[in-house]
């Protein structure tokens, strides 16, 4: 029988030598439709360290958890004829768009899966939870399980719902202090690909803060392809860490761009997205190789839509790193 002693443990090479840790991405998404309380339940239950509701705001100013403003891509709203004169163009898109709807009437809809390619069995079954909902849920969880299980919410478009007077700060801060976050070390992330609310928020608040990157060359053709859309060393000056899309840590042959360790240097978590087990990135040919690769490099969390095999691959990592 082997014994604790004799168990090859190896180190991650993260920022402070701990485990990464697990972020269901939109909750347990790779399985039931994303952002819906069933979706973060299981993401919990299959273990999670993180949920992760990506936030927008309605009519009313209450924070919903979908990844776009506008309805149609993961709900039943094109089967609401009550809805059909809120169709409207906006960005160039002709779509219903949150900011038109009360809760009231956010809470007739019901969730759908929105990813190519993945089971349409749970559509029209769910709802689509308030953040309050969610930390609740949280609350709960916790409390049967006795187990610590963080918030990572995702502020989307703050620049655009501040320009039609809804804002987000308020909303957010108010519902975590509801619900007893109120320190630099609570289990929350709060995370944004706008670095303006990140700078408000460091200004009023104590919480640990992401910036989210991509490739510059997403939006200059010229930009190499490992220069992230806001620099490390600005995004140093207010984050805590930075939420890079994995392109930026890996280039086509899987080879490190060195991302992590600039990061490092910095003082920077690196928590990357998204590991999808059903989306793997090349030259990866099983979804293993590529959490096994991205764990090597140091990443102190990684976003997953299949949270069962983020903990998994962490654990056989740890037994054998490189
Ligand atoms: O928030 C991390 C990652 O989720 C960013 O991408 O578009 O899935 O919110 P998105
Ligand atoms: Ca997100």
Not at 23 to 41: C, D, F, K, V, W
Not at 57 to 71: E, F, N, S
Not at 152 to 165: L, M, N, Q, V
């Amino acid at each position: 029988m082997m014994t604790d002693a004799q168990v090859p443990v190896w180190i991650f090479p993260t920022q402070y030598g701990e485990f990464p840790v697990i972020i269901a991405h939109r909750g347990a998404s790779g399985y039931l439709p994303e952002h819906t309380l069933e979706a973060y339940q299981l993401a919990m239950d299959l273990g999670a360290d993180f949920i992760e509701p990506d936030l927008v705001l309605t009519k009313d100013g209450h924070l919903i958890a979908r990844h776009d403003y506008y309805l149609s891509g993961t709900t039943d709203i094109a089967d609401h004829p009550e809805f059909s004169d809120r169709k409207r163009v906006l960005d160039g898109r002709e779509d219903w768009f949150v900011e038109d709807f009360t809760l009231a009437e956010i809470k007739t809809l019901l969730a759908r899966q929105g990813f190519k390619g993945r089971s349409k069995a749970y559509d029209d079954r769910f709802l689509i939870p308030t953040f309050d909902e969610i930390l609740s849920l949280i609350s709960d969880n916790e409390a049967n399980s006795g187990r610590i299980i963080g918030v990572y919410p995702e502020t989307k478009h703050p620049a655009h719902f501040k320009a039609i007077g809804l804002d987000f700060v308020k909303p957010l801060v108010a519902a975590l202090k509801r619900f007893g976050y109120r320190c630099e070390d609570c289990p929350v992330f709060i995370q944004s690909f706008e670095p303006e609310i990140l700078r408000q928020l460091r200004e009023d608040t104590r919480y640990r803060l992401i910036m989210l990157v991509y490739p510059q060359k997403d939006d200059d053709p010229n930009a190499a392809p490992d220069v992230p859309s806001i620099s490390l060393e600005e995004a140093a000056r207010f984050a805590h860490g930075v939420g890079p899309s994995k392109s930026l840590l890996l280039d086509e042959a899987g080879q490190d761009r060195g991302f992590v360790t600039r990061a490092h240097d910095l003082g920077l978590l690196v928590h990357v997205w998204t590991i999808r087990d059903d989306a793997v990135a090349a030259p990866f040919q099983t979804a293993a190789e590529e959490y096994h690769r991205i764990f090597s490099l140091g990443v102190d969390g990684i976003f997953t839509d299949f949270t069962p095999s983020g903990v998994l691959y962490r654990t056989l990592a740890s037994y054998g790193g490189d």
